[in-house]
């Protein structure tokens, strides 16, 4: 999140995705060192990024980019890792936008969607701690109003991150808490409203209902806010990320895609079908639960990292 990436950004990230990387690149890299390239080799490497859920379309590209390459008969481990993060990084970075809610009109009003559990709430306190960080006056909306929990959590985040928090009780509109709290950071000067909503998909078109009539109030309030709408899909779920892609993604407008949880699992290579399958681009990246921990996604940086380059 930071303009200027901190020390050890890189290595956190790495650190982050070693169990990915473990996953992805220890039976590729032990293929192309041991043997020249060959049709067999080559059907392992696709074996092997199938395994690592990075979705049949772009492995098929990257065996066939590496069908072009030409390794020595003893390729170095790093030769090969470099041509692969390479390969992935040119899958990724067509998929790549910057998230920035100071750059645009104020109050910049951010829509935070996506299943209980993904990394929402987390997701949307990391952002505000950075923001406050930055100098910039916050409002925290809860737009889970029947879950006292979630509430809860929430407010504990807004506090770490003196951020204000707008909240209502049990079973309140959260349409109509959206659409007060906006007109409210308006009247007061607010940069940046970061409104979090529901995520109960036991009745998904309940669900889509609320998140499209919270736009809605929006619109009335400005007609080009939420002026993102960010997808929060946890990592560890692996394929299923893609399902809930395409529930959110097609009804909640969605502007930008997060990815958490990337630290907790050897999936991270289903960042690779999901930023393909979405029309939004990915914006953030969750390698951990501290709040330094939620990165800009970098296409380039996450595929080096992803296959376990050290830079
Ligand atoms: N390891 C790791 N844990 C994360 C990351 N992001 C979120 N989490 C954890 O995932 C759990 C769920 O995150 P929440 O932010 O509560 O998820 P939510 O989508 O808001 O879910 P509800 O609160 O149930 O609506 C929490 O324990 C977070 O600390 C991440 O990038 N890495």
Redesign the pocket.
């Known amino acids: 999140m930071n303009d200027t990436p901190k020390k050890g950004w890189f290595q956190r990230l790495s650190a982050g995705l070693s169990r990915s990387s473990k996953q992805m690149t220890d039976q590729v890299v032990a293929t192309f060192v041991k043997e020249p390239l060959s049709e067999a080799s080559l059907e392992q490497l696709e074996e092997h990024l199938l395994e690592s859920d990075l979705g049949p379309a772009a492995s098929a590209r990257i065996v066939e980019r590496f069908r072009g390459l030409k390794f020595g008969k003893d390729a170095p481990e790093r030769e090969v890792k470099e041509a692969l993060a390479e390969a992935v990084a040119a899958e990724l970075s067509p998929r790549q936008a910057t998230f920035d809610p100071l750059s645009g009109p104020k109050p910049y009003v951010v829509l935070f969607v996506?299943?209980?559990?993904?990394?929402?709430?987390?997701?949307l306190g990391k952002i505000a701690a950075d923001l406050t960080g930055k100098g910039a006056k916050v409002m925290i909306v809860a737009g889970?109003t029947f879950?006292a929990a979630?509430r809860e959590?929430l407010k504990v985040w807004a506090e770490r991150a003196g951020a204000d928090f707008e909240s209502r009780r049990d079973g309140a509109d959260a349409a109509g808490l959206a659409f007060d709290a906006y007109t409210k950071a308006r009247a007061e000067g607010y940069d940046v409203v970061l409104i979090?909503t529901a995520?109960r998909l036991q009745n998904k078109s309940a669900l889509m209902d609320e998140l499209l009539k919270i736009v809605r109030v929006l619109k009335k309030v400005d007609p080009e806010a939420p002026h993102d709408t960010l997808l929060?899909l946890d990592a560890t779920v692996g394929r299923n990320a893609l399902a809930q892609e395409q529930i959110f993604g097609r009804t909640a407008f969605v502007t930008g895609v997060v990815m958490?949880?990337?630290?907790?699992t050897a999936r991270g290579g289903v960042l690779v079908p999901v930023a393909q399958a979405s029309d939004a681009p990915l914006m953030l990246i969750?390698?951990?639960?501290g709040v330094e921990?939620l990165q800009p996604f970098d296409a380039r940086a996450f595929s080096r990292s992803l296959v376990g380059l050290e830079d």
């Open positions: 996506g299943v209980n559990g993904s990394g929402k709430t987390t997701t889970d879950r979630a959590q979090d995520g929060v958490t949880k990337l630290d907790g969750g390698v951990g639960e921990d």
